[in-house]
């Protein structure tokens, strides 16, 4: 069974810990971790991927785990993210490589594929299926959950048409909503939070997506 190293790699101004296992000279397969993960999330499934026959890489993505975490926000788009894992395929002397993500990893590689197509072979998303965001998704989270301004979290003002008295359930949001990405945050808030997620803040998720009829 292949045996994985692990090494630090300077890559589009930052530095990755990698972990890496299989010849260098096979396809190479990029795994691409979630919140809150490390590339030791991946110990378990690099060395039958080697075995198999591909170069497999691992990172610890900027600001997490032993790679570098810089202080700016900025510092942590979707153009940063990508650009990380070129950079890898250009350590490595690759010009395409399979990724696969799990959780918010599998955004990182939809979207670079999108971005650079001519160096993806293929994407994997791990758990969570591709969505086509109808929102921001800091801006679905605020809706649903509040924005904090203090101690304490608060709901933004929200538009008038929704400010209305709604008697509105788990089950008829589920129903009006045909966002995968709305649907999870409810399914998430209905169960971390079911004491205090109110139906105004369910029906604010619902209404990004444009879906909530009229009783």
Known sequence: MSEATVSDID?????LRVHEA??????????CHGFPELAYSWRHQMAPVADAGFHVIAPDQRGYGHSSAPRQIEAYGITQLTDDLLGLLDHFGKDDAVFVGHDWGALIVWDLARLHPERVRAVVGV??????WPAPPTQLMKMVYGVVTSARPTLQPLPKPLLAPVNIN???????CNSAAVSSLLSLSTKMYSSTCSSRQR??????????AAD
Do not use: M
Request: aromatic share 2%.
């Open 11 to 15: 890559v589009n101004g930052v530095t």
């Open 22 to 31: 299989g010849d260098s000279a096979n396809p190479t397969v990029v795994l």
């Open 127 to 132: 758990s969570v299926p591709f969505t086509q």
């Open 170 to 176: 788990r089950a008829h949001v589920d129903s009006c």
């Open 203 to 212: 029906l604010a998720a619902a209404s990004i997506a444009g879906r909530v």
